[in-house]
C-alpha cells in the first residue's frame, strides 16, 4: 500500500525556517516523481515544487524560488521541503504528492495528508 506522510509543519515567525519532511512507503522512491503542494485557506491548490527522479531536474514556483529547496533521501524513502525566509503568504497546508511517472507529468496519483504552515508576522 501506498502512504505518504508528512510533518515538521507548524507556526514560525516571518523570517523564519521549516523542514517539512515526507516519509513515503509501497513503491520505490526513485522511481516516481515527486512533488509538494500547498493549500491556503479559501485559495486553489498551488504546486510549490516538483522532483523529477529520471533526471534530478526540480521546478519551483516563482511565489517561493530562491527561498525553498526540495531534496530527497532515497534510502529512507523520504522527500525534504526546506522553507527558508518564510512569509504570512506561504501560510498553507503542504502536501506531497506522487506522481504517475518517474518524469513529473502532473499526474499525482498519491497524496499524503497534509501538514500545517503558519507564518506570523
Known amino acids: 500500500e501506498v502512504q505518504l506522510v508528512e510533518s515538521g509543519g507548524g507556526v514560525v515567525q516571518a523570517g523564519g525556517s521549516l523542514r517539512l519532511s515526507c516519509a513515503a512507503s509501497g513503491f520505490t522512491f526513485g522511481d516516481y516523481a515527486i512533488g509538494w503542494f500547498r493549500q491556503a485557506p479559501g485559495k486553489e491548490r498551488e504546486r510549490v515544487s516538483c522532483?523529477?527522479?529520471?533526471?534530478?531536474?526540480?521546478y519551483y514556483a516563482d511565489s517561493v524560488k530562491g527561498r525553498f529547496t526540495a531534496s530527497h533521501d532515497s534510502a529512507k524513502n523520504t522527500a525534504f521541503l526546506q522553507m527558508n525566509s518564510l512569509k504570512s503568504e506561504d501560510t498553507a497546508v503542504y502536501y506531497c504528492?506522487?506522481?504517475?511517472?518517474?518524469?513529473?507529468?502532473?499526474?499525482?496519483?498519491?497524496w499524503g495528508k497534509g501538514t500545517l504552515v503558519t507564518v506570523s508576522s
Open positions: 522532483t523529477s527522479t529520471f533526471d534530478g531536474t526540480t
Open positions: 504528492a506522487k506522481d504517475r511517472e518517474q518524469l513529473y507529468t502532473g499526474g499525482m496519483d498519491y
